[in-house]
């Protein structure tokens, strides 16, 4: 058996698994072990459409009593990271974890240092968001 032989059988092996993976029940498994199945079960088979879609709320997150230990773990990371050495990325970064915070004043002002060091995702949140 020469290679291209090889290859082609190995191909319509791998084909006929992938075949047999029902992705419908693996997906349902994975979001009820999520709980994350709200409503009548969905269907994977058909494409959603854009107008069957939640509105999504631009309003601030509430307020918790505590913020997340995680994100102030990494602020602190990244505010002494930025100390040596600001990037785009960092003062991203550093705008995301404040509006996770609940610190939106202190999120916009790195929102706009990080498009101003030239982060394009900055950059459009600010002129969407912030203008």
């Known amino acids: 058996m020469d290679v ?6 190995n191909a319509a092996t ?19 072990a999520l709980d994350a199945l709200d409503g009548p079960e969905p ?6 459409r854009l107008a069957d879609l939640p509105e999504v709320s631009r309003a601030p997150a ?8 995680w ?11 930025v100390q040596e050495k600001e990037t785009a990325w960092n ?13 939106p004043d202190e999120a916009a002002a790195w929102w706009r240092r990080a498009a ?5 995702d900055a950059q ?6 912030l203008s």
């Open 4 to 9: 291209e032989q090889l290859l082609a059988a």
């Open 116 to 120: 101003n060091a030239g982060d394009l």
């Open 124 to 129: 459009d949140y600010v002129e969407t968001y």
């Open 43 to 48: 269907s994977f088979s058909q494409p959603a």
């Open 71 to 81: 994100a102030v773990r990494e602020l602190s990371l990244r505010e002494s990271e």
């Open 62 to 69: 509430p307020h918790s009593a505590q913020a997340p230990e």
């Open 91 to 103: 003062c991203r970064r550093i705008a995301e974890l404040k509006e996770v915070l609940n610190k």
């Open 14 to 32: 791998v084909d006929q698994q992938m075949r047999s993976i029902d992705l419908d029940a693996g997906l349902q498994r994975v979001f009820a």
